[in-house]
Structures are given as structure tokens and as C-alpha cells.
């Protein structure tokens, strides 16, 4: 098991904790991270985007004038898609981009992306955050006294205070431990892990 130290929020050493190398401690595969993010960033997409056929198009069907004789090219009825106000052709219609991953790889992603940080020494463990109010200013306070900048802050539980307090200072996003992800986890520099969420996570992923 690797054995890591836990600061408390002004950056001093006050004990040290261990994490499970079935979590902690596997073997980094740039692939299968690759599909999970992939899936991540697809499951996003709306795919709500439409357009009018010329079917879909109110208007008369009528054709506009005589086949022959007029000079002019053939036309048919106002709704072709060569005529302003016409339908559009071959546009796009409402789909879903969702990516099927399976739960075992999903899981084993998450591991992944976790181990990675601790390899690179990008993980923190924190003993906890305390702040008495919604206050940006004490919040920016702590990540100068950890000399930090582009983090991940996972939290064990609801915290207002932290969240609110996190919200304006760009680079810094703070998630709860349920919703713990590899896209999130990749795109942050560093990520920090208040201690109680490390039992959570362990027990998700066990």
C-alpha cells in the first residue's frame, strides 16, 4: 500500500494515511482511459439540432411556372431547397451520440485515472476544509497556502461553503465523491482528496 501524507488546509504535515494499491496503484493504460473520456464527452452531446425538410416546409406545392418556353431554369414548387425560404437538404435531424462503455472498464478507468495522479505526485490528501462563511477570498487563501492552481477538490459529502466559495476562482472546481469522474480527474493539474473520501472511493471501486 502507498502511504502518502495528510495536510491539514494551511499545508503542514499532520499525519499520513494509506491507499489501496487495488485503487491506487495500477498499471496506466492510455487506451482505455481514451474510451471512457471519449464516452464521457459524447454522453454530452444533446444531438438536439434539427432542421425543415421541404416536406416539413409550410407552403403550396404548386410548380411555379410552365416547364418549357420561359427561358428560365425548371422549378417546381417553392418549398426545393435551391430557394430561399425551401427546405433544407440533407440536414441534421435529432440523434443520440451516447457510447456504450461496459461498467467493468468504466471502473477500471476510474482506477486508471487515480493511479496516474498518484505516479505523477499530482494527489493531495487533506484532512478536511473548514470555512465559516461563502467567502472567495478565504477559499484562495487555502490554495496559496497549498500552493496549488489548477485543482480538483473531491469532497466526501455536500459542503455549501467550500463549493460556493470555489465557484469564481478560475481552475478550480470542486466535486463531490459520488460524482467522481475520469474526464474531470485528466483535465485538472492536481487532485486533492479530503481524507474521508478516500474510504468512499476505495468502497465504490472495491
Known sequence: MAVVDVLNQTGEKIAQTELSDSCFNVDVKPSVLHTVVKMQLAN????????????????????????????????????????????????????SWAIKVPKKVRRLALKMALSSKLQNESLTVLNGISLDAIKTKAFSSILADLKLDNVLFITPEKDINVELSSRNIPGVKVLRCDGLNVYDILKYRHLVLLQPSIEQIEGRLS
Open 44 to 95: 454530452r452531446r444533446a444531438g438536439t439540432v434539427s432542421v425543415k425538410n421541404r416536406s416539413d416546409v409550410k407552403g403550396s406545392t404548386r410548380k411555379l411556372f410552365r416547364q418549357k418556353g420561359t427561358g428560365r431554369a425548371r422549378r417546381g414548387d417553392a418549398k426545393s431547397p435551391l430557394l430561399r425560404g425551401g427546405g433544407v437538404a440533407f440536414g441534421p435531424h435529432p440523434k
